[in-house]
């Protein structure tokens, strides 16, 4: 049967019977299916298997895959976000006290800072040591220092300081107590209050100052800088620079007033273990004013340049 002569949108298809019509033969191509009512058409005895529908055109349909799922930018979410109430902010954030801010355990850091030797020339050996530790919280804590210098095989100098530190800002400790510096070669004792800051200074310098008040109103201030240079994760650079002054003169021990000495150093180290680095470096120191003077009565050296070779531990 040739329907491609035939006008289906004239015809009244209504009370037409379909089942009994072979469709096989007929060419569907010219047929104008856009008039044609297909409401009352049953579905569901169609086998849709034997169907084409490579050349059909969805896009036109509005079968656009997720077309009709997205929502328009200004549309109200499917499930709208609850109101944040304080109760919910009381479950995150919890009231925390001091003792939970900054801890209650204690913890300890001991330092062989320096422990190094050179050649004194007609002294010998020279050698020398710095070491700190402190014992205690993130609040309060001992600190312990001390240092000195050997050469020829006999202590010329060495002192001890026992502090107290209280945490006063991020990165700073205040500390006060008592520094002792012991006689040698005949040479009285001394002690002294010692009040003074601890604590890493913008662009990483480790810094102390401390300022100590002896006998007959003897005052003196101590300072040292340090700051370390990475050249790998293992090789590090340590720059230091430290300094002392005194108000009045004390021969006996042979501090002179106004400033007393200067000491600059390099050291480069090799840490094998982070709790154990062996180190060179160049070390310069010069006395100044009274203290100059006295080295010379005692033919001292005022200026002194020497390479040094040692080791660095701390646990």
């Not at 328009?72 to 006290?97: M, Q, S």
């Not at 800072?113 to 530790?133: F, H, I, P, V, Y």
């Not at 502090?163 to 001394?190: C, Q, T």
């Not at 006295?294 to 390479?307: E, F, I, K, L, P």
Request: net charge negative; no cysteine; hydrophobic share 35%.
């Amino acid at each position: 049967m040739d329907h491609g002569s035939m006008k289906h949108g004239a015809a009244d298809t209504a009370g037409s019977d379909h089942s009994t019509m072979d469709h096989s033969t007929m060419d569907h191509s010219t047929m104008d299916h856009s008039t044609m009512d297909h409401s009352g058409m049953d579905h569901s005895t169609m086998d849709h298997s034997e169907m084409d529908h490579s050349g059909m055109d969805h896009a036109s349909m509005g079968h656009q895959p997720g077309a009709s799922q997205d929502l328009p930018a200004t549309a109200e979410p499917h499930e709208p976000i609850p109101v944040l109430t304080p109760a919910d902010r009381a479950a995150a954030f919890k009231n925390l006290d001091d003792h939970v801010i900054h801890g209650e355990s204690i913890n300890s850091y001991w330092s062989l800072d320096r422990l190094e030797a050179w050649d004194a020339d007609e002294d010998g050996t020279g050698m020398a040591w710095e070491a700190k530790a402190w014992v205690g919280s993130d609040l309060n804590r001992l600190w312990l220092r001390s240092e000195g210098e050997r050469a020829g095989g006999s202590t010329e100098s060495a002192d001890v300081e026992v502090l107290y530190g209280r945490a006063i800002a991020r990165w700073w400790d205040a500390v006060a107590g008592v520094r002792h510096d012991f006689g040698f070669g005949g040479g009285p004792s001394r002690t002294y209050a010692a009040l003074g800051v601890i604590g890493l200074a913008p662009y990483k310098f480790e810094v102390e100052a401390t300022a100590y008040l002896g006998e007959s109103g003897q005052v003196g201030l101590g300072a040292e800088a340090e700051y370390e240079m990475l050249f790998t994760n293992r090789l590090i650079g340590q720059w230091l620079v430290e300094g002392e002054a005194w108000s009045k003169d004390d021969p006996a021990v042979g501090i002179g007033s106004g400033l007393s000495k200067v000491e600059a150093g390099f050291r480069l180290r090799y840490e094998f273990h982070r709790q154990f680095a062996p180190y060179v470096g160049v070390v310069w120191e010069r006395a100044y004013g009274g203290t100059a003077d006295q080295r010379r009565a005692r033919s001292g050296d005022v200026d002194d340049t020497r390479v040094v070779a040692g080791v660095r531990i701390w646990f």
